[in-house]
């Protein structure tokens, strides 16, 4: 094994590369996809280990860049191994940067999601939607993994009928939304690279789906990875809101019950990085996560069992030993 790296990949990365190459893995990610980043005397590539080879990523990628969207280039796939060898873009995201130069850039993120609003989805992606289905699954998702955290840490708080009730007509809501356009569905700082031209490169957009214009942006400003001020959060809504497909069709309300769906169920996705897969780096994301779902319930005047529940959940990790060290930072 080389850097968690199978002896069948590595025998093939041999033959590949001549033996003259170095394996560096990047930065671990909330999923099962594993990257490395290939070095030789010459060049730079990305590897990208995955249990079954990923065609949406390529079919989307190809889909994008003709459209003047930057992402990674497929170099060359091995159907065998799983493995997709893509482009060098950059060793660094926009989380890497200081609020400063974040704040600079986040307009540009915002144009990103713009133009890609604008396209016409391939039918790999119009024949997905965020429809009640998915919704639900992945608010069920987090209300499953929430009872594994109480499990193992022993915690109190309890979503009520009433809070269920109410994420439930949200996902109703959301189903029914008039517009849906091309929404990335993960688009926070880390899939966001900062390419060696100082642009914008995009990644992990596999899962590409139609959702309403709100997502994308609610996935951004409400990142639990780079937390930003309210009042910051509101200059950034105005900005989209004056340029987006559908601005006039309930789009404050429509915002917060996006930001409150989505948030959900990043929630489930750090609950189950930390009960199932053990990978205590996502502690902090759960903290910074309810945080924003309480300003969220608060703005948008939601289910007050609803509210309730995050702030008991958030006041009993902050408190707990195994999170109270990581509560002061946020």
């Known amino acids: 094994m080389t850097n968690n790296i199978s002896d069948e990949i590595s025998n093939y990365l041999d033959l590949l590369y001549k033996r003259k190459y170095e394996v560096l893995p990047l930065q671990e990610e909330a999923s099962t996809r594993r990257y490395f980043l290939i070095q030789t005397e010459n060049s730079k590539e990305v590897l990208c280990v995955d249990q079954k080879l990923n065609q949406d990523f390529i079919e989307i990628a190809e889909f994008l860049l003709s459209h ?20 060098w873009e950059g060793k660094d995201d926009l989380s890497c940067l200081s609020l400063e130069q974040y704040k600079k850039r986040l307009p540009e993120a915002l144009d990103l999601i713009l133009k890609l609003q604008t396209l016409e989805p391939p039918k790999i992606v119009s024949m997905r939607r965020f429809d009640l289905e998915k919704l639900m699954f992945e608010i069920n998702l987090t209300i499953e993994k929430f009872h594994d955290m109480k499990k193992i840490y022993g915690l109190e ?19 029914k939304h008039p517009v849906n356009v091309f929404t990335h569905r993960d688009f926070h700082c880390r899939n966001i690279l900062l390419n060696e031209e100082n642009g914008l490169t995009l990644i992990d957009f596999q899962d590409a789906r139609m959702g309403i214009p709100q997502y994308d942006l609610v996935s951004l400003i ?17 900005y989209f809101r004056k340029r987006t497909i559908g601005s006039d069709i309930k789009f404050k309300e429509s915002l917060y019950l996006q930001a409150l769906q989505r948030s959900f169920k990043a929630l489930g996705t750090y609950f189950r990085m930390v009960a199932d897969e053990k990978k205590m780096k996502f502690k902090p994301s759960i903290l910074s996560c309810l945080q924003q779902l309480e300003e969220i319930v608060q703005i948008g005047m939601f289910a007050d069992s609803l509210y309730v ?3 008991s959940l958030r006041n009993e990790l902050a408190k707990h030993p195994e999170f109270k060290s990581l509560s002061h930072s946020l």
Do not use: C, W
Request: hydrophobic share 35%; proline share 3%; charged share 30%.
């Open 222 to 238: 409400y990142d639990a990875y780079y937390p930003l001020t309210k009042e910051y959060r509101f200059e950034l809504i105005e």
């Open 157 to 175: 708080s309890e979503l009520t009928g009433e809070a269920r009730y109410f994420l439930e007509e949200t996902a109703a809501y959301l189903d």
């Open 309 to 311: 529940f995050i702030r």
């Open 68 to 87: 003047k969207i930057r992402t990674p280039e497929i170099i060359r796939v091995n159907e065998n191994l799983n493995l997709t060898f893509l482009s």
